[in-house]
């Protein structure tokens, strides 16, 4: 980029380098553009995979929950790191075959032949979520109890409701072991 040396031993003449610039800067662009688009390319598809594994999983989760719905089943999973369960269980119409305690969220009493105990839920058992969407936080326990109150009435059927276990009640309901007779209740043997 220096200058050329005339005949007579002159001076260098400067010779203009905005035509040779122009030309790298014409070229440059030209290639960042080509590898922007084919960049934007990149992204696009990348995008559109995303699109189809999210709506693969989706498809397939929301199959398993219809299911479990259809069924009138309870999903349960172990809450990592946690001595807790989750237990999902879906209602169909009519009573909800338990109470509930507004304020707490526990489960305080389940109904003998009720959907609740159909679903295998038990005393103590926490709600956390209905049809998804976590409960509202505790603020005011009379404002959280007429939101609860509210929300319950309003739910469509089949719902399904998430409750939290801990996990030593469901592991104690899943081994309690068969009592044995106490001497007062063995009936007496005939001669």
Do not use: Y
């Not at 995979?49 to 259809?70: F, G, P, Q, R």
């Not at 304020?103 to 005393?123: F, M, P, S």
């Not at 509202?136 to 929300?151: L, N, Q, S």
């Amino acid at each position: 980029f220096g200058g050329v040396m005339s005949a007579a031993g002159e001076k260098p003449a400067k010779v203009s380098d905005k035509s040779s610039n122009s030309a790298l800067g014409k070229n440059l662009g030209g290639w960042l553009k080509s590898k922007a688009a084919s960049l934007e390319g990149h992204v696009k598809e990348m995008k559109e995979n995303a699109k189809l594994i999210v709506t693969e999983v989706s498809d397939s989760v929301n199959t398993d929950l219809d299911k479990a719905m259809a069924a009138g089943k309870r999903l349960t999973k172990q809450i990592a790191g946690r001595n807790e369960e989750r237990v999902d269980a879906t209602f169909g119409k009519g009573g909800l075959g338990m109470e509930l305690e507004l304020t707490t969220c526990l489960v305080r009493k389940v109904n003998v032949g009720g959907q609740a105990e159909r679903l295998g839920l038990h005393v103590d058992d926490r709600l956390i979520a209905i049809a998804g969407e976590s409960l509202p936080a505790i603020e005011d326990d009379r404002a959280f109890t007429e939101a609860m109150k509210e929300r319950l009435s309003k739910m469509g059927r089949p719902v399904t409701l998430t409750f939290v276990r801990k996990r030593a009640t469901a592991e104690k309901a899943a081994t309690a072991a068969p009592t044995e007779p106490s001497p007062q209740n063995v009936p007496a043997a005939s001669d």
